[in-house]
């Protein structure tokens, strides 16, 4: 790739906007196989400047210099001590939740500004959407002054805790951060999945309630639920189709023959190699789930330093992909806790689970940590993917949106902080508008080669004659540009974001249409979708077998897969009926 310059298709501009939906699909899907996102190499050099220096350097040289440990220069007598544990977590939370750690920058569609996040939830009016309506003092769509208040002492928490001087983070102070998240979280979720409250809240509780040594131990105990719970989650036939589109992506990956040795017979054969499939479920799943055992278990120091090897390599390797979540400072955060945690506090030294102080309590640490992901595996509706620990595993709510002709444009009536993604693609690389609309296509093309993107593209095309002249967009980045962030996660652009931009917008029945589809429950083979108009809300539901959309090729060359209706409105005249098929 170019160091300034993206790549794009070869076809001009113009021309592809004319061409129907499959056909710009099989063009942005062959292309991505080669190409990835075609993004300039600049890019990929300023997050290695945001996660080495701004990140990692300045997160060592804040809790160096407030933590009565020394300086940088003898990091080897101090970097094992729990307050860095502590202010790791707190400085990671910190620029989650601000807008500068995960979902940041072109690859997350904020390409410019690069930030979402606070430029979002400290204004007053932007769209909120509280997870339970029923929570009181959760009402309404639209953030106040009382969220920006809150969403500031949560900010002015974290911070305080990486810069307090001491030996430790005083436990009142993670308690209030934590208090902070979750009142946060309960107002809008967003804020709390950001911060990835999933993962760093338990932290933030165990820095209040442990210490010494019990507290080491719990956090062993979380950080091998998230690996563990993220490698459960990629049984099953979604994982195999994350590994071709993230490969092709990775600056580093050299040429297009490494890139299409992922995939079956590329361009014709999209579908994942015998390659891909060996990587996700043996450098993925078996490593997610075996290697953490060993880790938790072990009291072999040779053991435990090779399994330590092993979790890093892992996480270099995911950072090295730059997949489009750039989940850069996690993974280099895990990274480091793997040495951490395991390898600086062996078992054999007193930090094994049998030296816990309190047996019962740890046993309820460890309850409290799988309730979401065995209720969110089972019932993936009520539980965000993130929560549930299905972490990049493929199996996601996701949806595709679609304008008719001109209908996009009453979007400018959304007060936000950021332009349209394509005036922003035009303001950072100089783009006309057809061209900025072609690289924005690229994204439909990743869709579509993971598993439900062959879904949501089949409904749109089954249902809509007019799908060719509707203007389409991945719902993942829609979000960000509304609500500041996303992290694959479809329930924070589901029909309740769409109730909330159509309160402000007021499309016309049919102007905006969004196909949803809820993630695949564990013990179930299908994948239910709905269909959401924004004037008139669901419209259909229905289903698809997993099975049918993985041995499609993406671009849908035999025509939708198999679609069972389950109910369908009668939306001109605002009556439903059953449907059976």
Same mark, same amino acid.
């Given at each position: 790739?170019?160091? +300034? ?25 062959? *292309? ?29 040289? @804040?809790?160096? $210099? ?8 003898? @990091?080897?007598? &101090? ?48 769209? #909120? ?27 002015? %928490? ?12 005083? /436990? ?60 459960? =989650? ?8 994350? !590994?071709?589109?993230?490969? =092709? ?16 017979? $590329?361009?014709?054969?999209? #579908? ?57 400072? &996690? ?9 951490? +945690? ?5 078992? %054999?030294?007193?930090? /094994? ?50 304008? %008719? ?6 979007? %400018? ?67 960000? &540009?509304?609500?500041?962030?996303? *992290? ?14 159509? /309160?402000?917008?007021? *499309? ?23 269909? !959401? ?21 993406? &671009? ?12 369908? $409105? ?6 439903? =009926?059953?449907?059976?098929?």
């Amino acid at each position: 790739m170019p160091l +300034l310059r993206a790549v794009l298709p070869d076809v001009d501009p113009v021309v592809h906007a004319t061409l129907p939906l499959r056909e710009r699909i099989r063009i942005a899907a062959t *292309f991505w196989a080669d190409n990835g996102f075609g993004t300039p190499r600049y890019v990929h050099l300023v997050y290695i400047l945001k996660v080495t220096v701004w990140y990692s350097l300045g997160g060592l040289l @804040i809790i160096s $210099a407030t933590s009565d440990l020394g300086g940088l220069g003898n @990091i080897d007598q &101090w970097w094992k001590e729990p307050v860095v544990y502590q202010k790791a977590v707190a400085w990671t939370v910190l620029m989650e939740v601000v807008g500068f750690g995960g979902a940041w920058g072109p690859l997350c569609a904020h390409f410019k500004p690069f930030t979402g996040g606070a430029r979002y939830w400290l204004r007053p009016g932007t769209i #909120r959407v509280a997870p339970w309506r029923w929570v009181p003092g959760t009402a309404g769509d639209s953030r106040t002054l009382v969220d920006i208040a809150l969403y500031a002492a949560l900010l002015v %928490s974290l911070a305080t805790a990486v810069v307090w001087q001491g030996d430790r983070v005083p /436990a009142a102070l993670a308690a209030g951060a934590a208090v902070l998240l979750v009142v946060n979280g309960l107002r809008d979720s967003i804020v709390f999945l950001a911060a990835r409250g999933e993962q760093y809240l338990p932290a933030l509780v165990f820095t209040a309630i442990l210490d010494g040594a019990d507290l080491v131990i719990a956090a062993k105990v979380l950080i091998v639920t998230v690996w563990i719970g993220a490698g459960f =989650s990629k049984f099953g036939l979604h994982f195999a189709n994350v !590994i071709p589109p993230m490969v =092709s992506n990775a600056p580093f990956v050299p040429g297009t023959f490494a890139r299409r040795l992922h995939y079956k017979d $590329a361009p014709d054969d999209l #579908r994942p190699s015998k390659l891909s499939w060996g990587l996700a479920h043996f450098g993925g799943t078996c490593v997610e789930i075996l290697t953490p055992l060993v880790l938790l278990f072990s009291t072999n120091e040779t053991v435990t330093l090779l399994a330590v090897g092993v979790m890093v390599s892992f996480h270099l390797f995911i950072t090295m992909t730059f997949p489009l979540a750039v989940p850069l400072e &996690w993974n280099v955060l895990f990274a480091f806790l793997a040495v951490f +945690l395991f390898w600086g506090h062996h078992a %054999s030294d007193g930090y /094994a689970l049998s030296d816990f102080s309190e047996p019962w309590l740890l046993a309820l640490i460890a309850a409290a940590l799988l309730t979401c992901p065995v209720i969110g595996n089972l019932r993936p509706d009520k539980v965000s993917f993130l929560p549930s620990m299905r972490q990049y595993a493929g199996n996601w709510a996701s949806a595709v949106w679609a304008f %008719s002709p001109g209908a996009e444009e009453k979007m %400018s009536r959304l007060d936000l902080p950021a332009p349209p993604m394509t005036d922003q693609l035009m303001a950072l690389l100089k783009y006309d508008r057809p061209t900025a609309e072609q690289c924005m296509s690229l994204i439909a093309g990743w869709r579509s080669l993971h598993s439900q993107g062959r879904g949501l593209f089949s409904v749109l095309i089954d249902r809509y004659d007019d799908i060719d002249q509707r203007t389409v967009r991945e719902g993942e980045f829609m979000s960000n &540009w509304v609500r500041g962030w996303n *992290f694959g996660d479809g329930h924070l652009h589901d029909e309740r974001m769409i109730a909330a931009i159509q /309160a402000r917008v007021g *499309f016309e029945p049919g102007e905006l249409i969004v196909v949803f589809v809820e993630s695949q429950p564990v013990h179930k083979r299908v994948q239910e979708y709905r269909v !959401i108009d924004a004037a008139l809300g669901v419209i259909e539901r229905g289903t698809w077998r997993v099975a049918d959309a993985v041995a499609q090729q993406p &671009w849908l060359p035999d025509g939708p897969i198999p679609l069972e209706v389950t109910w369908r $409105a009668e939306a001109a005249s605002g009556v439903t =009926s059953e449907v059976t098929t």
